[in-house]
C-alpha cells in the first residue's frame, strides 16, 4: 500500500470517528461554585489532537513499516454561563462552535451543553451533569446527543492559584449508544485569579474512546477567561 495513500485513509477514518464519538472533553472551570445568585461568564479556544499508529507494508513480512500520524483534527471556540441556584447548586449553558481543519469540504459543527453543577465540599469537590448536543449543518448527519457525569478535585494555593484534576464518564445516548461505548476523559486545569473578578484557565486533557480499534490518543489543550458578573 502507498504510504501517501495510507496516511490519507488514516486521516479520512480519524475525521469519520472524531464525528461520530470524539465530543468537546475540556471543562474549564473549578470545584468552585458562584453563589446564590452569582453569574459568571467564561470565554475559551481550544483544539483536539489525534495520534494514529500505522503500518504500510509492500507486501512481504519482513517489509513493515511503521506510521505515526498526529494531526489537529478539531478547532473548537465558545463560551460558557454559569447562575448560581444557591451556594451549592449551579446551572450551566455552554455553546461552542466546531471546525474541522481536515475536512475536505467545510463542514459546520456546533455544540449546545447544559448541566447542573452541585458542590459535595465546599470550593474543593464537585459533581457535575451535562447534556451536550452536537448540530451538524449536514441535513444527511442526525444530531449526537451524550450524557457527561464529571468529578472535579480543586486545590487552591495561596488563595490566586487552582490546580483542578476532573475525570469524565461520556456515555452516547439514542441511535449511536448502539455502535458506541462510553469513553473516559481525564482533564488537568489551572486557574489564576487576576483580580476579584476575572481569572485567567488552561486546560490540559486526554480522551479514551470506549471502542478504538486503532489504538488512538486524543489530546486537547484549551485556554480560556472567567468573568464573575455578579
Known amino acids: 500500500m502507498n504510504i501517501k495513500y495510507l ?39 481550544g483544539g483536539i489532537n489525534q495520534k494514529t499508529d500505522a503500518s504500510d507494508t509492500d ?10 500520524v498526529n494531526d489537529k483534527v478539531q478547532e473548537n471556540i465558545g463560551g460558557s454561563i454559569a447562575y448560581g441556584v444557591n451556594d451549592r447548586l449551579d446551572l450551566r449553558v455552554r455553546y461552542e462552535s ?9 463542514v459546520s459543527v456546533s455544540m449546545l451543553s447544559l448541566g447542573a453543577k452541585y458542590g459535595i465540599i465546599e470550593d474543593k469537590l464537585a459533581l457535575f451533569l451535562p447534556y451536550s448536543m452536537y448540530n451538524f449543518d449536514d441535513d444527511s448527519t442526525e444530531s449526537v446527543e451524550t450524557i457527561s457525569p464529571t468529578v472535579f478535585y480543586t486545590h487552591t494555593l495561596q488563595e490566586k492559584y ?11 445516548l439514542g441511535d449511536i449508544a448502539d455502535e458506541n461505548d462510553p469513553g473516559f476523559a481525564f482533564n488537568l486545569g489551572f486557574g489564576y485569579l487576576l483580580n ?33 458578573i455578579k
Not at 20 to 32: E, F, G, V, Y
Not at 59 to 68: Q, R, T
Not at 98 to 106: F, G, M, N, R
Open 162 to 172: 487552582e490546580i483542578t484534576p476532573s475525570l469524565k464518564y461520556i456515555i452516547p
Open 59 to 68: 507486501g512481504s513480512d519482513d517489509d513493515i513499516i511503521s506510521l505515526s
Open 196 to 228: 476579584d473578578k476575572i481569572t485567567f484557565r488552561g486546560e490540559w486533557g486526554q480522551y479514551f474512546p470506549g471502542n478504538n480499534p486503532d489504538d488512538s490518543k486524543f489530546t486537547h489543550t484549551t485556554l480560556g477567561l472567567s468573568y464573575k
Open 7 to 45: 496516511h490519507m485513509m488514516v486521516l479520512s477514518l480519524s475525521l469519520l470517528f472524531l464525528m461520530d464519538c470524539a465530543p468537546i472533553t475540556s471543562d474549564m472551570q473549578s470545584a468552585k461554585t458562584v453563589g446564590q445568585g452569582g453569574i459568571e461568564a467564561s470565554l475559551n479556544s
Open 98 to 106: 466546531i471546525d474541522l481543519p481536515l475536512a475536505v469540504e467545510a
